[in-house]
């Protein structure tokens, strides 16, 4: 119950949407792969990066359908090339069943567990930007947390094509314009909110809890 994505049904088809995958293109499994039981589809995602050699590099979302004795279960991988390592990269995979229906009151029976989970190594923003195609995200990576004073200081940016710079480098403010510009919020506004959320976890989070480190680079 930590990812949730909406899964519809209509004429046989099953389509699905997964904002936090980024994709572009909705998942549309059609009514004969339906009926056949397994199917599997890739659509284009967000951020579009470029190799080594200038030529455009989608992130991607690989899809599989598979029909099975509870019902059925859609298996995601998102991927994003890599300028480092000049290859893709799987960064999420999720699976959503069928026999496993969002509740609201389940959802927010611990909501202190669900938000101090040891994968919540940080607290951020991230904006997709007009076309699609392009990030950017603000991040303040919570490892150390118990021991912190959080100040604009912990914030890193990180643009689409993976560039990383603290907020105090010359290539921060790039990346403050774009999120300014899609959060219809000025920088100090945003800086506040993140902040403040890195407070709330340091005050509801266990201190004895060590989490794992944020990994900037992708």
């Given amino acids: 119950m930590r990812h949730v994505g909406a899964v519809f049904h209509h004429d046989g088809e099953i389509v699905v949407l997964d904002p936090y995958l980024l994709h572009r293109e909705p998942i549309r499994f059609t009514r004969e792969e339906v009926e056949s039981g397994e199917a599997t589809i890739n659509v284009p995602a967000a951020p579009l990066r470029r ?23 859609i298996r995601l991988d998102y991927s994003k090339y890599s300028p480092a390592k000049d290859r893709y990269v799987v960064s999420r995979h999720f699976s959503l069943r069928s026999g496993e229906v969002f509740n609201l009151r ?41 021991k912190r004073t959080f100040t604009a200081d912990d914030i890193w940016l990180r643009t689409g094509e993976g560039v990383v710079s603290r907020n105090s480098e010359p ?13 219809g919020l000025p920088r100090a506004d945003i800086v506040d ?4 959320a890195a407070v709330i976890y340091q005050r509801i989070a266990d201190p004895e809890q060590e989490l794992e480190p944020y990994h900037l680079e992708n």
């Fill in 193 to 196: 909110h993140l902040v403040s």
């Fill in 51 to 73: 190799d080594r050699t200038g030529a455009p590099r989608d992130g991607r979302l690989h899809a599989r359908y598979k029909k099975n004795h509870n019902g059925y279960v």
């Fill in 106 to 146: 389940e959802f927010t029976e611990d909501l202190r567990a669900l938000m101090t989970h040891p994968e919540q190594t940080s607290v951020s923003i991230r904006a997709v930007l007009s076309g699609m195609t392009r990030t950017a995200e603000a991040i303040i990576p919570l490892r150390g947390f118990a």
């Fill in 171 to 183: 290539a921060s403010p790039a990346v403050w314009a774009d999120l300014e510009d899609s959060l």
